[in-house]
């Protein structure tokens, strides 16, 4: 006998003799099927079934205001160039500009690649277009500003485009 912890999916099934351990053809299970889910949707609708998820959702609006507020960017360019006095002048321009997006993200509204591995596509996507050759080293300040402004414009329309829910409950 069929059983389930949901009292109107029984009594569904007990009305449409779904219950038993008879072997059905596929056109009768396939009709029987959608007999029994099609009754499931209207008792769902009208009982409500709520389920609620603690999820934050990246669509880049944060990246767009951060974007309009040329001091902000000022001072993301300003960051990255900090990270230059580390040791970091023999990497791509695209590598450096990556390492601190990835690090320190979420504070410029966006979700740390570790998080998914849909965030990692995002940046392999919108990096994908960016010359790796171009040093950091030789670069001007304003010109990195500028590249900081591509990439961060670059990653707004894509989570306007697709945007990323991250379940914060795991």
Do not use: W
Not at 27 to 38: C, H, K, S
Not at 108 to 114: N, V
């Amino acid at each position: 006998m069929l059983s389930t912890d949901f009292p109107i999916l029984n009594d569904i099934l007990k009305a449409h003799e779904a219950e038993g351990d008879d072997k059905l053809g596929q056109a009768q299970f396939a009709q029987l099927l959608q007999l029994v889910l099609q009754d499931l949707a209207a008792a769902l609708a009208e009982n409500r079934v709520v389920s609620i998820q603690n999820i934050k959702i990246v669509n880049g609006s944060k990246l767009r205001k951060l974007l309009a507020d040329k001091k902000q960017l000022e001072d993301i360019a300003e960051k990255i160039c900090q990270q230059l006095s580390g040791g970091q002048q023999a990497r791509s321009c695209s590598g450096v500009i990556r390492s601190y997006l990835e690090e320190h993200g979420e504070l410029l509204g966006l979700l740390s690649s570790k998080v998914s591995d849909s965030v990692m596509l995002l940046y392999d996507d919108v990096f994908a277009g960016i010359d790796t050759k171009k040093s950091i080293a030789g670069l001007e300040k304003n010109e990195l500003e500028e590249l900081v402004k591509e990439i961060l414009d670059k990653l707004a329309r894509q989570l306007d485009a697709s945007p990323v829910l991250q379940d914060l409950d795991n």
